[in-house]
């Protein structure tokens, strides 16, 4: 496979002489390391999951961990509409820099996804965006950007919610509350301690929101519910920070996905909205998304983006070129854009089908508990109710892969295990 | 964390809290009594209802936010691309060009993309956190035998050096660092933004436009025990001074004698002299004495890959369990960075790395791009000599890498942008590679005009 001369390190060249020789003249200190005190750090809770998976020589396990979408065959998707994208790009394009703001056309067209094809917004240039690394990278930046010009502020972050959010503001310096967010007895949303940490917050508090398909619950607020948060967001004047990584893996229809982003703007309000690629276009590893925010006007706009960009800059400069090439491949296609909406339809309704029969396998096996939430849940996750020991039994009994907060990867389900699942989860449970 | 007291709001929420009050009639409308959850929503709506011409409430929170210089060095592509001029030459940022003034994409890397689009059975998960695993052991394995490195895949230098500075931040006992001067536009703030404090030492002599190193070494030496130092592998930028292989070897004793710790930059290995391992050698002495260091390495240039961000920060370490733990917590600086790298530019970076011919292939490429560097160096200084320009422009031959720092002064440079459309940043340095034999007469018509003419 790899060639022996090849594999000499590009800058550090063949092993280093270290004779006792060549450290006296050297001079090199020969005690301890400056990094001596340096602790192993905590496995990633989520990615830790997969690595034990790989890890695990049993021909019955099962990987239902990090949220990356497969087949019915367990497998890793590439779209049609990705490949053939990547056929028209490979060996066309030069790959300089992209600005730092990172390619226009693919914010363009990401931008009319959240904001609505013909959204006056976009006509009017009151929104300031930057291509992002992914999610978590529009997230970080804006996490930076409020740090450098609101350093008074803070943020809400909804329980439970995706781990890295936390890391992500505290690593920005912004101090962090929550507000509760789901019912554990109903495994449904607590709307009423949200609402009232939503009031009791001090004005003008900014709050981090999941737009659609919460992670790790799949407990999304009604229609009418949004409309009541969006409300109460305007009396109280706080900040909406939608953080939306499966617009179009909740409902399949990306339209309807942007809805509580949609009547926040009908409202009036000025949002900011992470946006990410790597679910719902399987652009995992590419990195692509957009940071969005929306301002008063085209001037507040372009001076916000070049402040975002500055941001930008000493961190990774410019984002990375291929996937936003992917992208804009994409959706400025009408062609490819139609098999797009396609295939995440199918993607959404494959994982709407494991629902059903997760749910179904436990009924017929006679489970004492409710299992309705399976199928009253959204997108990639099912928060099952289980507890972290349960989730360990599952785990080193039944081989079954998964957070320990009982978040399951409905992207991970096929017809071919649900069954071993349904019936390990019964066995776990059904002596309560 | 913060305590529980609630922070004041900032001063211009405060205003816009105010003009919202007045605006609704000075009913202060975060009373419990216009919230009630049992009046109908309609009606509440209405008596908050936005107007149709402006945004909610005329109230942004960045409504202060100003806007922001353009980057010195990027901006210069700006103006440059604004500018209708025909005769315009572009020699602002670093990135190669070829003699018809392209940009160009190495032959492996054609052949390297296509290997991958054709291979159907790759996918495009998420790589691990610290990258491609092939990758980084390919770009930066110091001995196999030893594992004394931790390298991790990072988005190109820039990555690289701000995911290695907030390491630096948060785990090394000192928290300055001393960068060259003059250095990299970027690196003050990759430095400061990751939460290390900034020095300088001296490096430049504008009157040799050469190496001043005597004023390295009394600089260095003054620092204190554990300073962090940052050091161009080779090609410095903006000067393209380098020291000797000699001055290296002082430099090294004199850095572990005070317990130094040298974070490279090498952003141009195979730029400087055409050869990859001629170019590495100052990292290679620091690795040899089986000390410790930092590398944050780019190919950007050396590949051409410079939008796809492909680069990798390595930290040789005293030992291998220490290398362990130290990538455990290089994991945690980057999850919250950005959670994982791009896979494209690595990927195509391995595919060549790890195949011999794909290998040899690059090395060829690379040296024909430094090999027309270096024949542009020469044919800009045989036109300012065949011109009689006043001054000794022996430095345009002696640098090295993508720039020469030509030694022009602010003034001269706004002179060269206005009257005759070079476009370079304003510390008068030029990036060779945007030279092609057809613009040199221009760019050399410009210093001379610029030096000659009457302030």
Same mark, same amino acid.
């Given at each position: 496979?790899a060639?022996?001369?090849?594999?000499?390190?590009?800058?550090?060249?063949?092993?280093?002489a270290?004779?006792?020789?060549?450290?006296?003249?050297?001079?090199?200190?020969?005690i301890?390391?400056?990094?001596?005190? %340096?602790?192993p750090?905590?496995?990633?809770?989520?990615?830790?999951?997969?690595?034990?998976?790989?890890?695990d020589?049993?021909?019955?396990?099962?990987?239902?961990?990090?949220?990356?979408?497969?087949?019915?065959?367990?497998?890793?998707v590439?779209?049609?509409?990705?490949r053939?994208?990547?056929?028209?790009?490979?060996?066309?394009?030069?790959?300089?820099?992209?600005?730092?703001?990172?390619s226009?056309?693919?914010?363009h067209?990401?931008?009319?996804?959240?904001?609505?094809?013909?959204?006056?917004?976009?006509?009017?240039?009151?929104?300031?965006?930057?291509?992002?690394?992914?999610?978590?990278?529009?997230?970080?930046?804006?996490?930076?950007?409020?740090?450098?010009f609101?350093?008074?502020?803070?943020?809400y972050?909804?329980?439970?919610?995706?781990?890295?959010?936390?890391?992500?503001?505290?690593?920005?310096?912004?101090?962090?509350?929550?507000?509760?967010?789901y019912?554990?007895?109903?495994?449904?949303?607590?709307?009423?301690?949200?609402?009232?940490?939503?009031?009791?917050?001090?004005?003008?508090?900014?709050?981090?929101?999941?737009?659609?398909a919460?992670n790790?619950t799949?407990?999304?607020?009604?229609?009418?519910?949004?409309?009541?948060?969006?409300?109460?967001?305007?009396?109280k004047?706080h900040?909406?920070?939608?953080?939306?990584?499966?617009?179009?893996?909740?409902?399949?229809?990306?339209?309807?996905?942007?809805?509580?982003?949609?009547?926040?703007?009908? =409202?009036?309000?000025?949002?900011?909205?992470?946006?990410?690629?790597a679910?719902?276009?399987?652009?995992?590893?590419?990195?692509?998304?957009?940071?969005?925010?929306?301002?008063?006007?085209?001037?507040?706009?372009?001076?916000?983006?070049?402040q975002l960009?500055?941001?930008?800059?000493?961190m990774?400069?410019?984002?990375?070129?291929?996937?936003?090439?992917?992208?804009?491949?994409?959706?400025?296609?009408?062609?490819?854009?139609?098999?797009?909406?396609?295939?995440?339809?199918?993607?959404?309704?494959?994982?709407?089908?494991?629902?059903?029969?997760?749910?179904?396998?436990?009924?017929?096996?006679?489970?004492?508990?409710?299992?309705?939430?399976?199928?009253?849940?959204?997108?990639?996750?099912?928060?099952?109710?289980?507890?972290?020991?349960?989730?360990?039994?599952?785990?080193?009994?039944?081989?079954?892969?998964?957070? !320990?907060?009982? !978040?399951?990867?409905?992207?991970?389900?096929?017809?071919?295990? %649900?069954?071993?699942?349904?019936?390990?989860?019964?066995?776990?449970?059904?002596?309560? | 964390?913060?305590?529980a007291?609630?922070?004041?709001?900032?001063?211009?929420?405060?205003?816009?809290?105010?003009?919202?009050?007045?605006?609704?009639?000075?009913?202060?409308p975060?009373?419990?009594?216009?919230?009630?959850?049992?009046?109908?929503?309609?009606s509440l709506?209405?008596?908050?209802?936005?107007s149709?011409?402006?945004?909610?409430?005329?109230?942004?929170?960045?409504?202060?936010?100003?806007?922001?210089?353009?980057?010195?060095?990027?901006?210069v592509?700006?103006?440059?691309?604004?500018?209708?001029?025909?005769v315009?030459?572009?020699?602002?940022v670093?990135a190669?060009?070829?003699?018809?003034?392209?940009p160009?994409?190495?032959?492996? %890397?054609?052949?390297?993309?296509?290997?991958?689009?054709?291979?159907?059975?790759?996918?495009?998960?998420?790589?691990?956190?610290?990258?491609?695993?092939?990758?980084?052991?390919?770009?930066?394995?110091?001995?196999?035998?030893?594992?004394?490195?931790?390298?991790?895949?990072?988005?190109?230098?820039?990555?690289?050096?701000?995911?290695?500075?907030?390491?630096?931040?948060?785990?090394?006992?000192?928290?300055?660092?001393?960068?060259?001067?003059?250095?990299?536009?970027?690196?003050?703030?990759?430095?400061?933004?990751?939460?290390?404090s900034?020095?300088?030492?001296?490096?430049?002599?504008?009157?040799?436009?050469?190496?001043?190193?005597?004023g390295l070494?009394? =600089?260095?030496?003054?620092?204190?025990?554990?300073?962090?130092?940052?050091?161009?592998a080779?090609?410095?930028?903006p000067?393209?001074?380098d020291p000797?292989?000699?001055?290296?070897?002082?430099?090294?004793?004199?850095?572990?004698?005070?317990?130094?710790?040298?974070?490279?930059?090498?952003?141009?290995?195979?730029?400087?002299?055409?050869?990859?391992?001629a170019?590495?050698?100052?990292?290679?002495?620091?690795?040899?004495d089986?000390g410790?260091?930092?590398?944050?390495?780019?190919?950007?240039k050396?590949?051409?890959?410079?939008?796809?961000?492909?680069?990798?920060?390595?930290?040789?370490?005293r030992?291998?369990?220490?290398?362990? !733990?130290?990538?455990?917590?290089?994991?945690?600086?980057?999850?919250?960075?950005?959670?994982?790298?791009?896979?494209?530019?690595?990927?195509?970076?391995?595919?060549i790395?790890? =195949?011999r011919?794909?290998?040899?292939?690059?090395?060829?490429?690379?040296?024909?791009?430094?090999?027309?560097?270096?024949?542009?160096?020469h044919?800009?200084? =045989?036109?300012?000599?065949?011109?009689?320009?006043?001054?000794?422009?022996?430095?345009?031959?002696?640098?090295?890498?993508?720039?020469?720092?030509?030694?022009?002064?602010?003034?001269?440079?706004?002179?060269?942008?206005?009257?005759?459309?070079?476009?370079?940043t304003?510390?008068?340095?030029?990036?060779?590679?945007?030279?092609?034999?057809r613009?040199?007469?221009?760019?050399?018509?410009?210093?001379?005009?610029?030096?000659?003419?009457?302030v």
């Open positions: 496979m060639s022996r001369t090849a594999l000499r390190g590009l800058i550090t060249g063949r092993g280093p270290r004779s006792a020789a060549a450290a006296f003249i050297s001079g090199a200190r020969s301890s390391s400056w990094w001596g005190a %340096v602790e750090a905590a496995k990633d809770p989520i990615l830790g999951v997969t690595e034990a998976f790989l890890a020589p049993s021909p019955h396990k099962v990987n239902v961990g990090v949220g990356a979408y497969r087949d019915d065959n367990g497998k890793p590439v779209l049609d509409c990705v053939e994208a990547e056929r028209r790009i490979a060996g066309s394009q030069n790959m300089e820099y992209l600005p730092m703001g990172g226009v056309k693919m914010i067209e990401t931008l009319k996804l959240a904001y609505g094809e013909n959204s006056e917004f976009l006509k009017d240039k009151r929104i300031a965006a930057i291509q992002a690394l992914s999610g978590t990278g529009a997230c970080r930046v804006f996490a930076d950007f409020q740090r450098r609101l350093p008074d502020s803070q943020i972050i909804p329980v439970p919610t995706w781990a890295n959010h936390h890391n992500i503001w505290r690593d920005a310096h912004v101090p962090q509350r929550t507000f509760h967010y019912h554990p007895e109903s495994r449904g949303l607590d709307f009423a301690a949200l609402m009232d940490d939503v009031k009791n917050a001090p004005n003008g508090s900014f709050f981090l929101l999941h737009a659609c919460h790790p799949g407990v999304d607020p009604t229609e009418e519910q949004w409309r009541e948060i969006s409300y109460q967001f305007k009396v004047r900040f909406a920070f939608f953080d939306m990584a499966y617009q179009g893996f909740a409902s399949g229809d990306p339209e309807r996905d942007a809805k509580a982003i949609r009547i926040f703007l009908e =409202d009036g309000h000025l949002i900011g909205c992470a946006q990410s690629y679910k719902n276009m399987g652009l995992y590893g590419q990195r692509v998304g957009c940071l969005s925010i929306l301002c008063e006007d085209e001037l507040q706009a372009v001076a916000v983006k070049s960009q500055q941001i930008a800059r000493p990774y400069s410019n984002p990375p070129v291929h996937g936003a090439l992917i992208v804009s491949t994409i959706l400025g296609d009408p062609e490819l854009k139609n098999l797009w909406l396609k295939e995440v339809k199918g993607m959404a309704d494959r994982i709407i089908g494991m629902r059903t029969a997760l749910r179904e396998n436990l009924e017929k096996l006679g489970s004492p508990l409710p299992w309705e939430h399976i199928t009253n849940q959204i997108g990639m996750f099912c928060y099952s109710g289980l507890t972290p020991e349960q989730v360990d039994r599952l785990t080193n009994e039944y081989h079954i892969y998964m957070t !320990r907060n009982g !978040r399951i990867s409905m992207a991970g389900v096929t017809t071919g295990n %649900v069954g071993y699942l349904a019936n390990a989860i019964h066995e776990i449970t059904k002596s309560g | 964390m913060e305590d007291t609630v922070r004041p709001i900032g001063p211009s929420t405060g205003r816009r809290l105010s003009a919202l009050a007045r605006h609704l009639g000075g009913d202060h975060a009373s419990p009594s216009s919230t009630s959850e049992a009046a109908p929503m309609a709506n209405h008596a908050i209802a936005p149709h011409t402006s945004a909610f409430h005329g109230g942004s929170v960045f409504g202060n936010v100003v806007q922001a210089p353009e980057d010195p060095i990027l901006g592509t700006v103006a440059y691309n604004k500018d209708p001029s025909p315009k030459v572009n020699l602002g670093g190669y060009r070829t003699e018809e003034g392209k160009l994409v190495l032959n492996v %890397v054609r052949r390297a993309e296509q290997l991958l689009v054709n291979d159907l059975s790759r996918v495009k998960e998420y790589l691990p956190i610290t990258g491609l695993a092939e990758f980084n052991k390919l770009s930066a394995n110091p001995a196999i035998q030893e594992n004394r490195v931790a390298t991790v895949q990072c988005l190109s230098g820039t990555g690289s050096l701000r995911v290695g500075a907030e390491f630096l931040a948060k785990h090394y006992h000192e928290r300055t660092i001393y960068i060259p001067l003059p250095t990299w536009g970027n690196h003050p703030k990759v430095f400061t933004l990751a939460g290390l900034v020095k300088t030492y001296r490096y430049y002599d504008p009157t040799t436009r050469g190496l001043n190193f005597q070494l009394e =600089d260095l030496n003054a620092s204190p025990t554990g300073a962090i130092v940052l050091l161009h080779c090609a410095h930028n000067t393209g001074v000797t292989v000699e001055q290296w070897e002082q430099i090294r004793q004199l850095m572990r004698s005070k317990e130094l710790l040298p974070f490279f930059d090498s952003a141009y290995q195979g730029f400087a002299s055409g050869n990859l391992d170019d590495a050698q100052s990292v290679r002495l620091f690795v040899a089986g410790e260091l930092l590398a944050a390495q780019s190919y950007a050396n590949m051409g890959l410079y939008g796809e961000r492909v680069g990798a920060l390595s930290i040789v370490c030992a291998a369990d220490v290398a362990g !733990r130290v990538e455990s917590q290089l994991k945690l600086v980057i999850r919250p960075m950005y959670s994982n790298p791009p896979i494209h530019g690595a990927s195509i970076v391995a595919t790395l790890r =195949d011919e794909l290998y040899n292939e690059w090395t060829v490429e690379l040296k024909a791009m430094a090999d027309r560097i270096i024949s542009m160096r044919l800009l200084y =045989d036109a300012l000599r065949s011109r009689g320009t006043p001054g000794d422009w022996s430095h345009i031959i002696k640098q090295i890498g993508m720039f020469t720092f030509t030694g022009l002064n602010t003034e001269q440079v706004a002179f060269m942008t206005r009257e005759y459309h070079i476009y370079m304003s510390d008068g340095r030029i990036s060779m590679a945007g030279l092609s034999s613009t040199v007469p221009h760019l050399a018509d410009a210093i001379h005009a610029a030096v000659t003419r009457a």
